[in-house]
């Protein structure tokens, strides 16, 4: 899905979602979010998952799970020590 305002190309999207994990692209790059790390999307619906909304440049939010990530925490897992329960 993608969050946008009229006038900007802000879009988050999660292009795949398989037994694994699912692939989000953000900003034209892709990050892998496996399911032993994040596993609030493991049980998660997909049309859940799917709604995903890029509400600031480095912060995307998941509505229907109350799940929200900031993109630095992809990009940098090593200064974020601590696994998502």
Same mark, same amino acid.
């Given at each position: 899905?993608?969050?946008?305002?009229?006038?900007?190309?802000?879009?988050?999207? @999660?292009?795949?979602?398989?037994?694994?994990?699912?692939? &989000?692209? *953000?900003?034209?790059?892709?990050?892998? +979010?496996? =399911?032993?790390?994040?596993?609030?999307?493991?049980?998660?619906?997909?049309?859940?998952?799917?709604?995903?909304?890029? @509400?600031?440049?480095?912060?995307?939010?998941?509505?229907? &799970?109350? *799940?929200?990530?900031?993109?630095?925490? +992809?990009? =940098?897992?090593?200064?974020?020590?601590?696994?998502?329960?």
């Amino acid at each position: 899905m993608n969050s946008s305002t009229p006038g900007t190309s802000i879009s988050a999207e @999660v292009t795949h979602i398989d037994g694994r994990g699912l692939w &989000l692209l *953000v900003h034209d790059k892709e990050y892998f +979010l496996s =399911h032993d790390d994040f596993p609030w999307f493991r049980e998660a619906r997909i049309h859940s998952i799917l709604n995903v909304q890029l @509400v600031s440049p480095d912060h995307v939010h998941w509505p229907d &799970l109350d *799940v929200d990530l900031c993109l630095d925490s +992809l990009e =940098h897992p090593e200064a974020y020590p601590l696994v998502y329960h």
